[in-house]
């Protein structure tokens, strides 16, 4: 019996350390992945929960986990164990009995592939390692467009005239150009491939154009894996049409001939050089 005695608690030992990873038959966690679009992320939640559980890993097959909530209102806790996996307790000790809703998360697979969740968790009730995978559909780059149209009363976008030979560029939040593009006659701009993250778009072009839409010129936004977001710029010239108003004063001197005033007004003194008067069917 003194022989037997150590072997037994050796056994016990090596089913009490059993490796998360093992997919042990018969762990009866019914747990649940929705995922929704990728703006909204995916949620882990169970079913018919038992004091039987004190963690959990969350690991994805493939992709990086972006962002995570824990729903700490039913004291759950997430720790980031590595690029694609998170590590989930809850503040009480053990998983809380009943059915629970343990995180949600936001995650980037490249090149928007297909991707699974796997699920691992001891069940301590029987010693076993047990695992549950559930099929996630990809979230990958996103996407920046827009269009630069001409704009001097600080307009959104409608119906205006798109601008040409514009220089658009993409930085990151820490002011390096990742990449850029020049708009063609419609005025429209567009970059895909952008992993997720934080990142500055602005529109210029040579001196003579002034942003309006916005002010600055340059807009700072996050990319969410998956996603398309749309930004605007308004731009005017500095010598704009709309600057000059044309009145004409008729003075009739007979029957046959009459006098015409002509009076400019311009709200920029220095941006055109001659005035080009075409008059059709008459003699000056």
């Known amino acids: 019996m003194a022989r037997i005695l150590p072997f037994l608690i050796a056994f016990i030992f090596a089913q009490c350390v059993t490796p998360l990873e093992s997919n042990a038959q018969g762990c009866n966690l019914k747990t649940a992945v929705f995922a ?92 076993e390692g047990c695992a549950n995978t559930h099929p996630l559909p990809g979230c990958g780059e996103s996407c920046i467009t827009g269009t630069v149209y001409r704009e001097c009363a600080d307009m959104p976008l409608s119906n205006q005239p798109g601008l040409d030979e514009f220089l658009v560029e993409v930085s990151d939040d820490m002011g390096n150009i990742i990449t850029t593009y020049i708009t063609g006659t419609d005025g429209t701009y567009s970059f895909c491939d952008l992993p997720p993250g934080n990142y500055v778009v602005r529109a210029s072009k040579d001196p003579g154009w002034t942003p309006k839409v916005p002010a600055t010129g340059m807009y700072a936004l996050e990319l969410t894996p998956g996603t398309e977001q749309f930004r605007n710029f308004g731009s005017c010239p500095e010598c704009d049409c709309d600057d000059v108003e044309i009145l004409f004063q008729e003075e009739i001197l007979s029957p046959d001939s009459s006098v015409y005033n002509l009076c400019l007004f311009l709200d920029n003194y220095f941006c055109f050089e001659k005035l080009l008067l075409e008059v059709d069917s008459v003699e000056i």
């Open 36 to 127: 929704f679009a990728c703006t909204s992320g995916a949620t882990v939640s169970y079913e018919e929960g038992i004091d039987c559980y004190t963690e959990m890993r969350v690991l994805l097959d493939v992709g990086t986990f972006y962002q995570w909530t824990a729903n700490s209102a039913d004291n759950w806790i997430v720790e980031q164990l590595a690029p694609n996996e998170l590590l989930v307790t809850n503040s009480n000790g053990l998983f809380p009995s009943g059915d629970h809703t343990m995180l949600n998360f936001l995650y980037y697979t490249p090149g928007g592939f297909p991707s699974e969740l796997i699920l691992l968790y001891n069940d301590e009730c029987v010693l």
